[in-house]
């Protein structure tokens, strides 16, 4: 069935670090994929997203690659700072817009 | 602020009590959702709303009863519930069109005792 998950459940990096975030997706008719952040105490904020005619978007700091092949989606995030601190979660979108499919969520801890 | 406003923030209630959690979404947009966060698992989808009317239901248990009255209102309405069920409950719109995001609410802090 349809699944995505993260590969690491925690990250921790030092502050100025870049910091990557994978997740692999099963569902290979996937269309469309977002980068969730979560802060302790709220729901997720949109990051950034990719439609899969893409292989790579840029917002500020943070870039998203995705890799059909072998189903893979990775987030970047340049220069990281303590406020990038918070749970990242990758989604996959069904054919319904909005009906959104999550991963497990990495944690990401910045080291100042 | 995201427009979309999750009331209570966090509610505690007893196994045979009923309570009901209120959305709320100023976006314009015409898909709702209910999602429930447990502790180290994924954010798992329960119920899809559009136009007000329910096209998903997640296999949830009939505990949990939701009602779209317009499209800019989600309630969940909660009776004899399990403490397994305390968890975050999150709702969520979207204009409902193809490959766009959704957009969430703060969340309602479950604790069923």
């Known amino acids: 069935g349809e699944s995505v998950g993260l590969h690491l459940p925690t990250l921790s990096v030092q502050e100025g670090d870049n910091s990557i975030i994978n997740c692999a997706y099963s569902?290979?008719?996937?269309?469309?994929f977002i980068w969730y952040k979560q802060e302790s105490g709220k729901g997720p904020q949109f990051i950034i997203d990719?439609?899969?005619?893409?292989d790579k978007r840029q917002g500020q700091r943070v870039t998203v690659l995705l890799n059909k092949t072998v189903k893979h989606l990775s987030l970047q995030i340049a220069a990281t700072q303590p406020g990038d601190s918070a749970v990242y979660f990758c989604a996959e979108s069904s054919n319904q817009g909005g009906k959104l499919i999550f991963g497990q969520g990495t944690e990401l801890s910045v080291k100042p | 602020e995201t427009g979309v406003t999750q009331t209570p923030r966090h509610l505690v209630m007893g196994m045979t009590n009923k309570k009901s959690l209120k959305c709320e979404q100023h976006l314009g947009h015409n898909a709702m959702y209910w999602y429930k966060q447990s502790a180290k698992k994924p954010l798992e989808l329960m119920f899809v709303?559009?136009?007000?009317?329910?096209?998903e239901n997640n296999s949830v248990p009939s505990r949990f009863s939701p009602e779209c009255p317009n499209s800019s209102h989600l309630f969940l309405h909660l009776h004899t519930l399990q403490p397994e069920d305390s968890a975050l409950y999150l709702c969520?719109?979207?204009?409902?069109?193809?490959?766009?995001?959704?957009?969430f609410g703060q969340g309602t802090r479950l604790t069923v005792v």
């Open positions: 569902n290979s008719a996937s269309d469309y």
């Open positions: 969520a719109s979207s204009s409902g069109q193809v490959d766009t995001e959704a957009f």
């Open positions: 990719i439609r899969s005619n893409m």
């Open positions: 709303y559009n136009f007000k009317e329910q096209t």
